[in-house]
Nanobody
Framework: QVQLVESGGGSVQTGGSLRLSCAAS?????????MGWFRQAPGKEREGVAS???????TYADSVKGRFNISQDNAKNTLYLEMNLLKPEDSAMYYCAAAASTSWYGPLSFKTYNYWGQGTQVTVSS
């Protein structure tokens, strides 16, 4: 059974940084086609933030380009999201996701992903 467990969320002020982690078990990062980070703020749709392909290429939402960095450590089966220069509009529940099938709707579409973590809250205050 695949499990994705996020950690690292918290409260920071504008301009601060956080590093999110997602530990995968029951599967290995190498077996996933894509892994990604999504976020959802109250009253808003879930949006793709960043994704990383098994070969290492990455995709970012325009809103986070230059500020966020996605990476993975296959030896630890862990996905990371380094978030810098945080803004209040980055406040949301952040979810880790993994795609183990070849269904393709784009690297930042939630439809591409089969497995989801429970989320970790990020709050950025002005």
């Amino acid at each position: 059974q695949v499990q994705l467990v996020e950690s690292g969320g918290g409260s920071v002020q504008t301009g601060g940084s956080l590093r999110l982690s997602c530990a995968a078990s029951g599967y290995t990062n190498r077996n996933f086609y894509y892994m990604g980070w999504f976020r959802q703020a109250p009253g808003k749709e879930r949006e793709g933030v960043a994704s990383i392909w098994a070969a290492g290429s990455t995709t970012y939402a325009d809103s986070v380009k230059g500020r966020f960095n996605i990476s993975q450590d296959n030896a630890k089966n862990t996905l990371y999201l380094e978030m810098n220069l945080l803004k209040p509009e980055d406040s949301a529940m952040y979810y880790c996701a993994a795609a183990a099938s070849t269904s393709w709707y784009g690297p930042l579409s939630f439809k591409t992903y089969n497995y989801w973590g429970q989320g970790t809250q990020v709050t950025v205050s002005s």
